[in-house]
Nanobody, 129 residues
Framework: EVKLVESGGGSVQSGGSLRLSCTASGFTTRRCLGWFRQAPDREREGVASIDGEGGITYADPAKGRFTISRDGAENMVYLDLNRLEPEDTAIYYC????????????????????????WGHGTQVTVSS
């Protein structure tokens, strides 16, 4: 069974840091993994992705503040959130590319140019000013 499980969310003050972790299980190949986030009353948006060879892409709000990494041996992906701002408050979702597209809110999302087929349940990040 393919499963993505996030952990590490929480509440911090502006300028603080958090590390999000995602355990990806049930995959037979190294695939593109990444993070999305969704704030209240906003569409889900991409944050960062990392492909099977370690190639990394960041969305503009993440550049210079967030760092994505993966532990290939354990099939885990991490997102280090630094210099957090209240605007970063959202539910953060781990995602994996491949498989049948898994729509969210009627919309298809992609990682590394491939439709997202797997989502975690999300972890809440709250940043207070």
């Amino acid at each position: 069974e393919v499963k993505l499980v996030e952990s590490g969310g929480g509440s911090v003050q502006s300028g603080g840091s958090l590390r999000l972790s995602c355990t990806a299980s049930g995959f037979t190949t190294r695939r593109c993994l990444g993070w999305f986030r969704q704030a209240p009353d906003r569409e889900r948006e991409g944050v960062a992705s990392i492909d099977g060879e370690g190639g990394i892409t960041y969305a503009d709000p993440a550049k210079g503040r967030f760092t994505i990494s993966r532990d290939g041996a354990e099939n885990m992906v991490y997102l280090d959130l630094n210099r957090l701002e209240p605007e970063d408050t959202a539910i953060y979702y781990c995602a994996a590319a491949g498989g049948a597209p898994a729509y969210r809110g009627g919309r298809q999302y992609a990682l590394c140019g491939v439709p997202v087929g797997y989502w975690g349940h999300g972890t809440q990040v709250t940043v207070s000013s």
